[in-house]
């Protein structure tokens, strides 16, 4: 193996994991073994909590003007181990190094608006009766449970340590069983930068640990990340178990291309959206809508893509398991009278034959009632599909069960506020592959693309990760009892 076998993080050292039953972390881009990876019980994590719960009396007393100074340091810390954990998440995920350099610098964005909650959350304050004065605070929940994927090692769990961190809760962290290894630099840095003992911890594992998050009675939310069937289950769990819970799942995104769109920049970004990450991000466009005459623009979507190549500026899928997955549907959609324009099946990087990649892969002629049309592909794989009209494409559009992100690509406004407005999507973009809203702007879909009330970064996590004091004070005695008292 190539790392020391993995520890939980808890109360500021890394500690070993009681159970038995471990599992292997692979390199995609390789095969390289990098680690064994024990699964944590429910008393690993009574651990984990136990110490959260130490420590949040004196975190969640600490103002948070001194507790954002935390993440100031923290910024300056990703910032200089930025190549160190880029490449670290390069390797246990399979992503290039330059997309894991983008994903490290997402992480410092994501921290830079930490640093800018003491703004953020001034309470209101009014005079609502002579001499009598109300106002709000938004108070830390507590203990709070983050579950994240394995498709950004770094910043999905980024997306809650700092802002539910600097708002003063204590965290639990339960990174993707895939990919564990990131996490444990991020741990060093928070540490690094004066994070208190107890107030983050780490908690390896697979879904026995989830459940025993759902069931744990001191932890008083959960944020999870990941596949919508799984986003059910922890969110029907931990609201049956009276959480808190914000549940973000898969993503089907659909672009809307029209004619009118300028050809060179709208092949580029549909090239760029399918292909990032190997397609393993929940915003990659994943089936195209053609609205008309637009075979100019689907031939220069296929030049685009034949610059895409595996081991080169194509990452590798997670597994095999996932490469074989991927496969299957582009031979399904092809059975069905797909025509594959591009064909990334049976790919094999020379000096990394155990490396899981599939090629870049474009699909012409796809129907609505095929699996690649309807169903998430998680690969570097577009699907187009052909309507003569804009309302046609947005019923396929609107008729999907995820909603996550939508693009129009047209040099029509109006057409394009048209799909702004129509489609059934969280995030939504006009002449952008990749809607996601930077911060201080929230992430979140809709439908079965999140489950719970709110989004997970910017402003909209505020309300999810605190809790409103309201206060009435009266100092006047001569003004005696009014209306209501
Ligand atoms: P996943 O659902 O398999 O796993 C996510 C987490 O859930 C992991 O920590 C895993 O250990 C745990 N888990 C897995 N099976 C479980 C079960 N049966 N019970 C309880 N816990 C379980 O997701 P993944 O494969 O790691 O990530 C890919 C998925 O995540 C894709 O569907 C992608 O669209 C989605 N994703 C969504 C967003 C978003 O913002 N909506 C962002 C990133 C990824």
Sequence with gaps: MKYERIRNFVNGSFVNVSSPRTLIITSPTDGTLLAEMPCSSATDLDEAVKAAKAAFPAW?????????????RYKYLLEKN???????????????????????????ELTE????????????????????????????LGIVASIVPFNFPAMVPNWTIPNAIALGNCMIIKPSEKVPL?????????????????????????????????????????SFV???KVAKIVYQRATQNLKRCLALGGAKNHLLVLPDAKPGMTAQNVAASMSGCAGQRCMAASAMIGVGAVDHIVQKICDEVKKIIPGQNLGAVINKESKERIERYITDAEKQGAKILVDGR????????????????????????????????????ISILRTNTIDEALVIENANPYGNAASVFTENGGMARYVVDNASAGMIGVNVGVPVPR??????????????????????????????????TKWNPEEGVNWMS
């Design 113 to 140: 608006f930490a640093t800018s909650l003491p703004q953020l959350i001034t309470g209101e304050v009014l005079e609502v009766s002579k001499g009598v004065e109300c106002r709000t605070s938004h108070v830390p």
């Design 182 to 222: 990131s996490l444990n630099v991020i741990a060093m840095l928070l540490k690094e930068a004066g994070l208190p003992d107890g107030v983050f911890n780490i908690v390896n594992g697979d879904s026995e640990i989830v459940n025993a998050i759902c069931d744990h009675p001191d932890i008083e939310a959960v």
């Design 346 to 381: 049976g790919v094999i990087v020379a000096g990394k034959e155990n490396g899981t990649y599939v090629g870049p892969t474009v699909i012409d002629y796809v129907t609505p009632d095929m699996a690649i049309a309807k169903e998430e592909i998680f690969g570097p794989v």
């Design 82 to 108: 930025l190549q160190e954990l880029a490449a670290l998440v390069s390797e246990e995920n399979g992503k290039t190094l330059g997309e894991a350099i983008a994903e490290v610098e997402k992480c410092i």
């Design 226 to 228: 990941g596949s919508t």
């Design 439 to 472: 911060e201080p702007f929230s992430f979140g879909g809709w439908n079965e693309s999140k489950f719970g009330v709110g989004d997970i970064t910017g402003k909209s996590s505020i309300e999810f990760w605190t809790k409103l004091k309201k206060s009435t």
């Design 60 to 72: 969640s007393k600490t103002p948070i003007k001194e507790r954002v100074q935390v993440f100031f």
